[in-house]
Nanobody, 125 residues
Framework: VQLQASGGGLVQAGGSLRLSCAASGCTFRSHAVGWFRQAPGKEREFVGGITRTHGGTIYADSVKGRFTISMDNTKNTVFLQMSSLKPGDTAVYYC???????????????????WGQGTLVTVSS
């Protein structure tokens, strides 16, 4: 299983970016999918995810209303659409999947089995 995250870059505050996470060796539909981020000197934090059981989306409070996760099953790709970006959103963003993640654990990195390599998002003020 491999996850390939892409789409990061430099954007001004208030701008938008769309990250992609393409999977090979598995299908997203049978897994929970999470987006996490890690800023320099900080712990990895949950951004949002798609639950395995209902396919619903869950977001961290810090990004709710600004970020949207979607899935294209035909391309086996998950997207993280980020809008109204703030300098505090600057981080390396990772996608991850897990086959046995219960909804209440979707925000816990330890539950995920596979991780993408990360893509850097830099938001300038």
């Amino acid at each position: 299983v491999q996850l390939q995250a892409s789409g990061g870059g430099l954007v001004q505050a208030g701008g938008s970016l769309r990250l992609s996470c393409a999977a090979s060796g598995c299908t997203f539909r049978s897994h929970a999918v999470g987006w996490f981020r890690q800023a320099p000197g900080k712990e990895r934090e949950f951004v949002g995810g798609i639950t395995r059981t209902h396919g619903g989306t869950i977001y961290a409070d810090s990004v709710k209303g600004r970020f949207t996760i979607s899935m294209d099953n035909t391309k086996n790709t998950v997207f993280l659409q980020m809008s109204s970006l703030k300098p505090g959103d600057t981080a390396v963003y990772y996608c991850a999947i897990g086959a046995r993640i219960i909804n209440s654990a979707i925000n816990r990195p330890a539950w995920y089995n596979y991780w993408g390599q990360g893509t850097l998002v830099t938001v300038s003020s």
